[in-house]
Every structure is written in structure tokens, then in C-alpha cells.
């Protein structure tokens, strides 16, 4: 590719912005309740924007626009961003091209907090700081820790292999624990089920505004972060010598991503894929440097999850279908396109 | 000056010794080529300098053991290009030497002008300058050795540990990968360590040899002194003739004639 990164960044992430905004203006008109379409934009550019604007909205509609609609769509572009990015990171800091934010246990560790806060009726994961959101977290927090703990007690120049052997332990350790939770209270089943095939309910802006920070503060922090990447690709040893503290390096953006991800898993659940494949789609498409990767997952996952969001919504209407589902069955082919095009190139 | 303090410097790895007491110093400026057979700890040494191997004794740089340093203060006075380096996929040249930039970038920062105009004037003198947009992972060996030793360059630090820089190179391009890193040497006053397989070049380029032989130092010194052929022949079990020609010391191997009065086909 002839083109500097720094040019071609600006391009691809104009492009890459342009296609944020179609899925989101997509997500905002579609919906069981035909409202003009021009209204709903402008209703949106209202709620979103600094200025007064009149949408020619009545009040019910206007409501829908603003405590349905749009809350979602802003879950979709958060979870959708810090799931991709965190996906991004940890293929560069494991250098592995199968890693994905639920490496180090953070899925199997914030299933068994929900399942947790399920089965003792603590929450419904829905609403202000709900007992399913904080037992994930803390759960998903707790397996990362102890992941980090065994492959750090177990090999003392930390290197990735060995953290990547302690998640599996891990992961398996939790996900034991919480079969055998389930298995024992098996009414909730169908709750637990769900919450693994992940989900955008919102209630309002409440969830929003819960991961909203965690989302800038992590996303910041990756994409700043994202030359370090470049350099632990040639290897601890070399990006030793060139001057990069590798052990320190990897625990800060470890931790960052983790956060990022347990904080999503809090208020989605288990979203498959996107955290894999949208890092792999923007590598195949625009380049494997991690300064084009990692600020092109933010937008392309982001975008993603909220037309995912959209299908999972509409496909069975007015019954719901679980995002995780989407993800999957359109990502998958989807994938697979894209990697049998470049391989051709 | 002394740029580079080594002293006692032992590598044990389980039950095998690979490095033993080595002690050597460098001034500024110098070139010091390490030669030896293979498994003689050429590498080991050079790596023991990294400060990438861990290592018993002394390795200081400037006065300053190198084992107080942060990784960001050490890449500041040392550059490493390693044997066969890691070669990251999806990397473009110019990315790559880029690299090299690192110690001296703020850790959440990209690189500016400053730094692309460097890495640009590098790959010129590297004769790199039409593959600048190529992937690293498509380049020859050659070409790929010349761009790891433009990131070690980029780097600008005053010592430079080059690990058989040339081994990939064709004639043409060791001469010139050798008298650019020559020209840093004499006009830049950087230190260059460095292993070389090609004891001809080796004693052309260096302004002293360390022969190692099982992990120990086995004489030092100037080519004249060093490239013998008594020497050569105990420790590399080889058989040679050592000539000068110019100045320049000609280690050429002899090679056997078959005995005359061997069976002939009738």
C-alpha cells in the first residue's frame, strides 16, 4: 500500500465514521412504531446535539426517539467500541491472532457472577448499578486477576504463553462452577441462558451512562496506546532492547482492556465475536499496523453491533433475538468473504 | 574513554557454561569484532551486552552498570540488531525503522517530522530508498537485514551490538553496510560491537578481535595478532593460510590435493 499511515488514517477513519453514522441513522428509523423519518433524525440531532431543534414530534413519539431508540443505539456503539478495541489489544499484546477480550476469563468469570446474582433473584440486569451487572464485573474483575496472578506465580518472565495457559485453567475453573450452579437451580435456566447470548436491553440511559466512562477512559488509553503494539510485534527480547518496558506494558494494557471488557459484559452479557472479527475485518482491509487497527475497531465495531442490534430486534418481531445470535450468523460468512478477498489480492 | 566495561561476565544455563570470566573494555569509537567458532558464545556475549540475557559479572556502559538502567535509558545507549530478528507482518519499511524511535518518543506518542525525515535519510544510505512503502516480510534477506540495522541506526545511540550483520548480505552490500557503519564509527565517535562469521572482514573493519573459544576469551587484539593460523587452526579446527595483501589480513582455507599417487582410472 502506498500511502503514509498518518494519510491514510484520516481517510479510513472519515470513512470510517461515515459508516457509524449510517448505521446508527439506520437503527433510529427502524422500529415497531412507523414515526416520519426526517422527524426522527431531527429528534435525535436534538437529544444529541447543543441546539434547539424541532422535530414536529408529539410527545409519545418524541419519547420513543429518546428513552428507546436512541439510549440503544448509544449501548450498541459503546459495547460495540470496547469489545473491538479490547479484541484489537490483546491480539497484539498475546501477538495472536485467536485472542479476544474473553481470553484471560473474563467471560467465564462474569458468567458465574450472573449466574450468581440469578439464581439468589438478586437483579434482572436491567437498570441503576442492578446486582447481575455487579457480580459480572466483579466476577469477570476476579478471573483476570487470577489469571494474571497463576501465569505471572507460574513463570516469572511473564510472558504471554503463560497467561494465555493460566486463562484457559482459569476460564474452565469458573465455567465448572457455574454449570454446577445452574444444573443445582435449574428455574433460572432460561434467564442464565440469555444473559450468556448477550442482549442491549436498556432502561433509559441508565445503562449508558454507567459504561460511558469506562468506555472513553479505556478507548483513550488503547488507541494512544496503540504504537506500543507495533513494537512488542517484533518480539519481547527486541522491544526490550528497543527501549519499551515489556513486562509494565503488557499489565497496563491488559488491565485497561479488561476493564473494558468486564464493563461491557456487565451491561450486555456474552456477545460473541465481534471482539475477534472486527480487528481481523479492519487488519485484512486497511492494514495490520496497530495504529490503523485499534482506532478503526473502535468505529467498525461500533457501527457493527448497532446494525447486529438492529436485525436482532426486527428479525422476529416483536420477540427479540439474542445479539449474540447476529453477531455470529452475519459476521461469520461475512468473515469469510473478507479473508478469501484479501487472500486473493 | 571507556564506552563499553565488560568484566567477568559468565552465561550458566542449567549444567552447560556458555560464557566464562570474560573481561574486556571498549573505548569510544572503537570496533570490536567477537569471532570464534560456532557455539563458541559469540552471541551470548552479544546478547549478555543487550542486557537480554541474564548474565553474572559487570556490563557497564559510560561508566553506568547496564542492569540499573530502565529499558527506555538502556535502548538510549545501546542498539541491538539481532541475528535473526522478528520480522512483525503488515509492517512497512518505513514503519519498521521507525521503530527505532522508540526510546526517544513519549510512550503515547506517534512519531513527527523530526523522526520520519531521519528514518527516511537512513534508508537512503542504506540504499533501501525505493522499498520505503514495501512489507518488511516481502523484502530478500539482504534487503531485510539492511532495514534492521537502519532501525538499530534511527536509534542513534553511541554504542551499536550487531549480531553477524553481514551474514545475508551479497559482496556489494557488506561493503557497503560495513563502511557506512565504519563512517558512524569515525565520524559519529559511535562504539560498534559486533560478531562476524568473515574473519577477512572481520579483521578489515575492526580495530581489534576477541576470539572466543568455549566461552572464554582465547587472545585479543589486532588482526595481525589474532588472525593466525596457529590460532585458527586450534580453535577452529580448520586448515589455513594467512596472507596480507594491502595491509589486510587473507584468511583463505587450503583446501587438500588428493594425493598423486592416489588409484587413477586407467
Known sequence: MNVRPAAARVTWLVGAAAFVIFACALALLIGPTSIDRTSILLEALDAVLP?????????????????????????????????????????????????????????????????????????????????????????????????????????????????????????????????????????????????????????GWVEVTQLLPFVIVGVVVLVLASRSLDVLAVGDDEATMLGLSVGRTRIVLVVVASLLTASAVAVSGLISFVGLIIPHTVRLLFGSSYRIVVPLSVAVGAGFLVLCDLIARTALSPAELPIGVVTAFFGAPFFVVILRTAAAR | M???????????????????????????????????????????????????????????????????????????????????????????VLDYVLLGRTPHLHPLSSPGKNDIDLARRVIDELDLTGLTDRLVETLSGGERQRVVIGRALVQESPVILLDEPTSALDLGHQQEVLQLLDRLRSTGGRTIISTMHDLTLAGQFADRLVLLAAGEIAAIGPASTVLTSELIETHYRASVNVTTVDGAVLVVPRIHQPDSSATKEP
Open chain 2, 2 to 92: 571507556t564506552a563499553v566495561s565488560i568484566h567477568d561476565v559468565s552465561v550458566h544455563v542449567k549444567n552447560a557454561t556458555l560464557l566464562n570470566g570474560v573481561s574486556v573494555d571498549v573505548a569510544a569509537g572503537e570496533w570490536l569484532s567477537i569471532i570464534g567458532p560456532n557455539g563458541a558464545g559469540k552471541s551470548t556475549l552479544l546478547r549478555s551486552i543487550a542486557g537480554v540475557l541474564a548474565c553474572t559479572g559487570t556490563v557497564e556502559i559510560d561508566g553506568t552498570p547496564i542492569a540499573n538502567l530502565s529499558p527506555r535509558q538502556r535502548a538510549g545507549l545501546v542498539s541491538w540488531v539481532p541475528q535473526t530478528p522478528t520480522i512483525p507482518m503488515g509492517m512497512n
Open chain 1, 51 to 203: 441546539v434547539e431543534i424541532d422535530s414536529g414530534l408529539n410527545d409519545r413519539q418524541a419519547s420513543i426517539v429518546r428513552t428507546l431508540r436512541l439510549p440503544r443505539v448509544a449501548l450498541g456503539l459503546l459495547v460495540g467500541a470496547a469489545l473491538s478495541t479490547a479484541g484489537a489489544t490483546f491480539q497484539g499484546v498475546f501477538r495472536n491472532p485467536l485472542a479476544d477480550p474473553y481470553l484471560l476469563g473474563v467471560a467465564a468469570g462474569g458468567g458465574f457472577g450472573a449466574t450468581i446474582a440469578f439464581v439468589y433473584n438478586l437483579g434482572d440486569g436491567r437498570g441503576f448499578l442492578d446486582m447481575v451487572q455487579i457480580f459480572a464485573f466483579i466476577g469477570a474483575l476476579t478471573a483476570v486477576g487470577l489469571t494474571w496472578t497463576m501465569g505471572v506465580l507460574g513463570d516469572r518472565t511473564r510472558s504471554a504463553s503463560s497467561l494465555i495457559l493460566a486463562g484457559v485453567a482459569v476460564a474452565s475453573f469458573f465455567t465448572a462452577m457455574q454449570t454446577y450452579l445452574q444444573q443445582a437451580n435449574t428455574d433460572d435456566i432460561r434467564q442464565v441462558y440469555s444473559w450468556f447470548l448477550g442482549g442491549l436491553n436498556t432502561s
